[in-house]
């Protein structure tokens, strides 16, 4: 039993430093299109409201690691996890060229990861070609500490296309784990 574990850690461990290799930042988005960074501090200070001392910091880590996003989701999420977990969120995509979209997302996990979380979620999104490109799977690590608030940011990948999830939640979770986000047009109970 004990080496079993141990083998668990041990994969892992190597999932999570795999994964958690800095990204290539997403391509150069076309000049026009891309939201700058007070624009998203300034948005997501409307949408977080008072909670959200530490957002422009995250924003600018996000801006400076990945660019900046030619759209973004402002929505709200619930997820909760024993070793093996589940999200559901709901949200609209704001683009300059394509308008707003309702969007649904969903999606299991697997770790070692306890606790329940509800997060206001502003979801950066970039080298998005088109709205349909965004239906589709997403993975990557996600690790959360936190027992009554804060921020979290994390980088899912699918395809061109890169997603940074920036969480301010209330909850109880610690964690570490591998999983991935599928977006839908519609909502939906099944998270594969």
């Not at 088109?130 to 940011?153: E, H, I, T």
Request: net charge positive; proline share 4%; glycine share 18%.
């Amino acid at each position: 039993m004990r080496k079993l574990f141990r083998r668990v850690v041990a994969l892992v461990g190597l999932l999570v430093m795999a994964t958690a290799l800095p990204m290539a930042p997403a391509l150069a988005q076309p000049q026009g299109s891309a939201y700058s960074s007070q624009e998203l501090v300034e948005t997501g200070n409307k949408f977080f409201g008072q909670v959200s001392s530490g957002l422009a910091s995250v924003i600018e880590k996000a801006v400076s690691s990945y660019g900046q996003p030619n759209g973004y989701i402002l929505g709200q999420e619930g997820g909760g996890a024993i070793f093996g977990g589940l999200r559901y969120g709901e949200g609209t995509l704001y683009t300059r060229n394509a308008g707003q979209y309702k969007v649904y997302w969903q999606g299991p996990s697997l770790g070692f990861d306890l606790g329940a979380d509800g997060a206001r979620t502003m979801i950066l999104v970039y080298n998005l070609q088109s709205v349909g490109d965004l239906f589709r799977r997403y993975g990557g690590v996600d690790g959360s500490a936190y027992f009554v608030g804060g921020f979290g940011l994390t980088a899912l990948r699918g395809g061109a296309t890169t997603l940074v999830p920036v969480r301010s939640g209330v909850g109880a979770r610690l964690g570490v784990n591998v999983g991935y986000l599928k977006f839908t047009q519609s909502a939906t109970w099944n998270p594969f």
